[in-house]
């Protein structure tokens, strides 16, 4: 992974687009707001931003955010560089992807082990806790002049990608380089109050509406739970609005795989993954996703139900009758209802 071709091919192009993934993320905004003044700062160029869907009501207080375009109001235009950040598979750029494309040169700045390297030029490293600590890192290596906001760009994506310093992703580097945020500038406490306290009410019932549907099966150690369109239209809630529920499911004690499935329409469902100490990602990749050993996604081209059955044949068959007998669900034989809330 060379640094200095990333400077390069930045100096050589007359327009750039960055590029963050579909539903998104405090990494993929975080570290797309953090290359954009990055770019700014140290090439006198004006980068130009493309978001699918819609943006987290919390991660509005990023800066430069407003700046950014759906992908409609960029449609048909051709840019000498187009960079995808935080982007696991080349189909999560959704209706991003033709300006990808068409791109002259493409750069791919990640940190999913499932990342197949699609770009011209990638900087993916497996071992990152999120795609701002890759994009810091070239940064650092550049000796690139930082600043403020580069600083809460940075620590947003380090934040909310390790679950606020949480996650398994956490080591004494990402700790030391959030530090190093700190003393440019990012005040954690304005910063994580952004991202984990400042949720609007109807979410929050929302996820206790999820959480009283979850299911669960072989003695509590898979917890999921469904959600219908006629859920979210009950609580008027946001696509964003089920960040986090995967992640509640997943911190029971019992619980070693959890997953939540979401209807997009009658014939499609996403998938959420998480657990303890199983690679989740494994399955996802069955169903053509991908993500990280105990965090991971896809969507299922069937129905909620469906799916559901479809995702559980899955986790027994791959795991946990082969390779973790002392799971035994095999001998188990459920009586909750797959189908979930209606």
Not at 4 to 10: A, N, R, V
Not at 36 to 45: L, V
Not at 149 to 174: H, I, K, P, Q
Request: glycine share 6%.
């Amino acid at each position: 992974m060379n640094s200095k071709s990333f400077k390069e091919t930045i100096e050589k192009s007359s327009s750039v687009l960055i590029i963050s993934h579909v539903n998104p993320d405090g990494d993929t905004l975080g570290t797309m707001c953090a290359l954009y003044q990055i770019i700014k700062n140290n090439f006198n160029k004006n980068p130009e931003m493309v978001f699918n869907g819609v943006i987290p009501d919390i991660y509005h207080f990023l800066p430069n955010i407003n700046q950014a375009k759906t992908p409609q109001e960029l449609e048909g235009k051709v840019y000498d560089l187009a960079i995808a950040v935080d982007i696991a598979a080349i189909d999560r750029m959704g209706d991003s992807l033709p300006l990808f494309k068409n791109a002259k040169v493409r750069i791919n700045i990640d940190h999913h082990k499932t990342n197949k390297g699609y770009g011209d030029i990638n900087f993916v490293r497996g071992d990152a806790c999120c795609a701002g600590e890759v994009l810091f890192d070239i940064a650092k290596d550049l000796n690139l002049k930082t600043d403020k906001v580069t600083a809460d760009c940075f620590y947003t994506a380090f934040l909310t990608d390790t679950g606020g310093f949480r996650y398994e992703n956490t080591n004494a580097n990402v700790l030391k380089k959030s530090a190093e945020l700190v003393e440019w500038g990012a005040v954690p406490a304005e910063i994580s109050g952004y991202c984990y306290e400042s949720k609007p009410k109807n979410m929050v019932l929302f996820h206790a509406h999820c959480m009283m549907n979850a299911q669960f099966e072989n003695d509590n150690k898979i917890a999921y739970t469904l959600i219908s369109n006629k859920d979210m239209e009950k609580f008027h809630a946001k696509n964003d609005y089920t960040e986090g529920i995967v992640e509640e499911l997943r911190r029971m004690n019992s619980t070693e795989i959890s997953f939540v499935l979401k209807e997009v329409d009658e014939n499609t469902t996403k998938a959420s993954l998480r657990s303890k100490n199983i690679d989740v990602s494994v399955i996802a990749d069955v169903f053509g996703g991908g993500g990280h050993k105990f965090a991971a996604g896809c969507t299922i081209r069937k129905p909620l139900s469906i799916a559901c059955d479809k995702m559980l044949d899955e986790i027994r068959k791959k795991f946990l009758i082969d390779s973790h007998p002392e799971l035994d669900l095999g001998s188990v034989q459920s009586t909750d209802s797959k189908t979930g809330p209606q």
